[in-house]
């Protein structure tokens, strides 16, 4: 069973853009991935642009044209949009932090984690301990 997650960032206007990820959204996972692979602005605003995906990994782009949905390269994000061609899988833009939390019930969404002022910080949408940062103590 896949453990969902919605990963996003702070703009500048305080809106908050958001993609979806199906597999592996658990901070042992990618929350992982995020602190040690999409850890300034520049590369998180890259992986938003993938849009949707089904699974996180370290890399964004595959170094040969074989990487497919069916037969993913291994170590590259595999994206709804790019690789199987879906539609409107582009990121969603919330216009605050409320609206973003509220989203997770559409999503179904496990965990959200949130890209701001340099740091990554992460929430449990089931539990009531809301937004902490996301340490690699959390992600072990």
Same mark, same amino acid.
């Given at each position: 069973?896949?453990? *969902?997650?919605? !990963?996003?960032? /702070? $703009?500048?206007?305080?809106? !908050?853009?958001?993609?979806?990820?199906?597999?592996? #959204?658990?901070?042992?996972? /990618?929350?992982?991935?995020?602190?040690?692979?999409?850890?300034? /602005? #520049?590369?998180?605003?890259?992986?938003?642009?993938?849009? $949707?995906?089904?699974?996180?990994?370290?890399?964004?782009?595959?170094?040969? $044209?074989?990487?497919?949905?069916?037969? =993913?390269? =291994?170590?590259?994000?595999?994206?709804? #949009? *790019?690789?199987?061609?879906?539609?409107?899988?582009?990121? !969603?833009?919330?216009?605050?932090? #409320?609206?973003?939390?509220?989203?997770?019930?559409?999503?179904?969404?496990?965990?959200?984690?949130?890209?701001?002022?340099?740091?990554?910080?992460? *929430?449990? /949408?089931?539990?009531?301990?809301?937004?902490?940062?996301?340490? =690699?103590?959390?992600?072990?």
């Amino acid at each position: 069973m896949a453990t *969902r997650s919605n !990963i996003a960032i /702070v $703009n500048q206007d305080k809106s !908050i853009s958001s993609i979806y990820c199906h597999w592996d #959204g658990y901070p042992e996972y /990618v929350g992982k991935m995020l602190l040690n692979h999409y850890n300034n /602005v #520049g590369i998180v605003n890259e992986l938003l642009d993938l849009g $949707n995906l089904s699974q996180l990994c370290e890399k964004l782009y595959s170094d040969n $044209n074989s990487h497919t949905f069916d037969k =993913p390269e =291994p170590g590259v994000c595999v994206a709804y #949009g *790019r690789e199987r061609g879906e539609k409107d899988q582009e990121a !969603i833009v919330f216009e605050d932090l #409320g609206e973003f939390e509220d989203s997770a019930s559409n999503s179904w969404a496990d965990y959200q984690y949130l890209f701001d002022n340099g740091k990554w910080s992460y *929430r449990n /949408v089931n539990n009531t301990l809301g937004w902490r940062e996301l340490t =690699p103590a959390v992600c072990k």
